[in-house]
């Protein structure tokens, strides 16, 4: 089974949260999902029913889907042919007709995806699930950095940047003294300054410990 959220906004936008795998393989310490462990990827169609079902549902509503992200279950770089090609149907002007600008791509940080999504022919938006602004911390809640850096994310993304000229979104996850110090916040400022991007403070929303 997968996940697909809805989100309705008070300014009117109906944001669909799409998952582009069953599962997760990233293992994120923070992140129920991960706890699933992988199954698959999911196919092209997969991914666009899961916008098609809030489609049928804010039609009755006499409303209909303004934006799309892909911050649903897995990561969507591991997936890249599939979620790129649902993302054409989504922007289609005869399909869904979701403009480029109102479609985004959360990943842990596979740079290979990031330079991938940088030669797309398309101004999606492009998020980076940071979470630490240390590699030490990051590694501990997040095993990708293990081998994709922070350092190297930084690069990939100041390299998207330099191709795209579009703005990045860092998320960051706040958990409870763990990665919400003054201290870190600093540090975190330091490490993104010159960037063409904004940091989005998310409240965690577990519950219990860790794992």
Same mark, same amino acid.
């Given at each position: 089974?997968?996940?697909? !959220?809805?989100?309705? @906004? ?5 944001? !669909? ?23 698959? +990827?999911?196919?092209?169609? $997969? ?20 934006? !799309? ?24 002007? @005869?399909?869904? %007709? ?20 940088? $030669? $797309? ?14 590699? +030490?911390?990051?590694? $501990? ?12 994310? &930084? ?20 958990? %409870?003294? &763990? ?19 904004? !940091?989005? /403070?998310?409240?965690? +929303?577990?519950?219990?410990? /860790?794992?």
């Amino acid at each position: 089974s997968i996940e697909t !959220v809805l989100l309705r @906004h008070e300014d009117g936008r109906n944001s !669909v949260c799409v998952s582009s795998q069953a599962g997760c393989p990233m293992g994120c310490t923070f992140c129920r999902t991960a706890s699933y462990g992988f199954a698959r +990827n999911l196919g092209v169609y $997969e991914i666009v029913a899961q916008a098609l079902f809030f489609s049928y549902f804010l039609k009755r509503l006499n409303a209909r889907i303004t934006n !799309v992200i892909f911050m649903g279950m897995g990561e969507p770089f591991l997936n890249y042919d599939n979620v790129m090609g649902a993302i054409r149907i989504l922007n289609e002007r @005869h399909c869904f %007709d979701i403009g480029a600008r109102k479609i985004s791509i959360s990943t842990c940080g596979i740079t290979e995806g990031i330079a991938r999504l940088a $030669e $797309e022919k398309l101004q999606l938006n492009l998020a980076i699930s940071l979470n630490a602004p240390d590699d +030490n911390l990051r590694s $501990e809640l997040m095993p990708v950095n293990n081998k994709y850096s922070i350092s190297q994310i &930084i690069e990939a993304v100041r390299d998207y940047i330099k191709v795209t000229n579009r703005r990045v979104m860092f998320e960051y996850v706040l958990l %409870d003294g &763990i990665n919400d110090s003054r201290e870190q916040a600093t540090r975190l400022a330091s490490l993104l300054a010159g960037l063409l991007c904004f !940091v989005n /403070l998310i409240p965690y +929303n577990g519950k219990g410990e /860790l794992k």
